[in-house]
């Protein structure tokens, strides 16, 4: 088994760092925690942005996998070769995250292939979470006519949206939904 140093995120929406785990991971794993910093994920992996590190070795896992390619098994080594397919985070979450959607497979290769700088690596970003903490997540999609079902019927949901964007959503036909949708959310 590997030791592994873990780069910790440091993103508005984290925990303070006296209540954050992935404050308390970081520190254990050797890391300089900035106590006025928030800390929201510690990434496990061999992402570009972000590699863990062997540690007691200046070798991050990306490179250690390459040199020691048996070590993902015939059947993972087939499959994806000698890079990690996932990104395991550790989150530590004090408010609401942005909206996120992410591409499949073929679009995160192509979008990596013509934009590197803003896509860092070709994998999709499948995500699944197990709360080690308080978490509340929403997940998933609506139809538009769904949509503004909710809007009408809920107005905590309303209120989250914003008056004129709910009524701009409400009101538009089916060509300008997507418009008046980017500008609720």
């Known amino acids: 088994m590997l030791s592994l140093r873990c780069p910790a995120q440091n993103y508005a929406w984290g925990r303070p760092a006296e209540r954050?785990?992935?404050?308390k991971l970081a520190g254990l794993n050797g890391s300089t925690v900035d106590e006025s910093k928030p800390f929201a994920e510690l990434w496990v992996g061999t992402h570009p942005s972000g590699?863990?590190?062997i540690s007691g070795h200046d070798t991050t896992l990306k490179q250690w996998i390459q040199a020691h390619p048996e070590a993902l098994g015939d059947e993972v080594l087939?499959?994806?070769g000698t890079d990690l397919p996932y990104l395991f985070k550790v989150l530590s979450?004090?408010?609401?995250?942005?909206?996120q959607s992410h591409p499949d497979k073929k679009l995160a290769e192509r979008l990596h292939a013509q934009q590197p700088?803003?896509?860092k690596d070709d994998n999709h970003k499948p995500e699944m979470a197990l709360a080690l903490e308080d978490f509340e997540a929403l997940c998933g999609f609506v139809?538009?006519?769904?949509l503004k079902e909710q809007l009408q019927q809920q107005p905590e949901l309303r209120l989250c949206v914003g008056e004129e964007a709910a009524s701009a959503f409400l009101q538009a036909e089916s060509t300008e939904a997507k418009s008046a949708l980017k500008a609720a959310f």
Request: charged residues 20%; aromatic residues 8%; glycine residues 0%.
């Open 117 to 119: 700088q803003d896509y």
């Open 78 to 80: 087939k499959r994806f």
């Open 143 to 146: 139809s538009s006519a769904e």
């Open 93 to 99: 979450v004090q408010t609401a995250l942005s909206i």
């Open 51 to 53: 590699p863990a590190v």
């Open 20 to 23: 954050s785990e992935v404050a």
